[in-house]
Nanobody, 126 residues
Framework: QVHLVESGGGLVQSGGSLRLSCAAS????????MNWYRQAPGKERELVAG????????NYADSVKGRFTISRDNAKNTVYLQMNSLKPEDTAVYYC???????????????????WGQGTQVTVSS
């Protein structure tokens, strides 16, 4: 059974920083693109940052560009989200997401899969 466990959330003042971590119990972690989503009260879940399985390409929501950085350590099966210059509007539950589209890598064929973490609360006070 696959588990994604987020940590690092909490309460921080505006302008502060937090580092979220997501530890994945996935034997084939390196085959997954990893993403961070967030959902604020009364709003839809939105993609905050994404990172390819090779770690060679990232994408960010416009609202966090220049402030947030996503990274991964495949040796530790962990993905991180460094959040700097936090604003009250960053307040949300942050979710770790692992996605894999079907692809072939040599003689290996990887099937589609998607997993979610349980979320970690980030609250930014003004």
């Amino acid at each position: 059974q696959v588990h994604l466990v987020e940590s690092g959330g909490g309460l921080v003042q505006s302008g502060g920083s937090l580092r979220l971590s997501c530890a994945a119990s996935i034997m084939t972690f390196h085959t997954f693109a990893m993403n961070w989503y967030r959902q604020a009260p009364g709003k839809e879940r939105e993609l905050v940052a994404g990172l390819t399985r090779a770690g060679d390409s990232t994408n960010y929501a416009d609202s966090v560009k220049g402030r947030f950085t996503i990274s991964r350590d495949n040796a530790k099966n962990t993905v991180y989200l460094q959040m700097n210059s936090l604003k009250p509007e960053d307040t949300a539950v942050y979710y770790c997401n692992a996605q894999r589209r079907p692809y072939r890598d040599g003689r290996d064929f990887w099937t589609e899969a998607i997993y979610w973490g349980q979320g970690t609360q980030v609250t930014v006070s003004s």
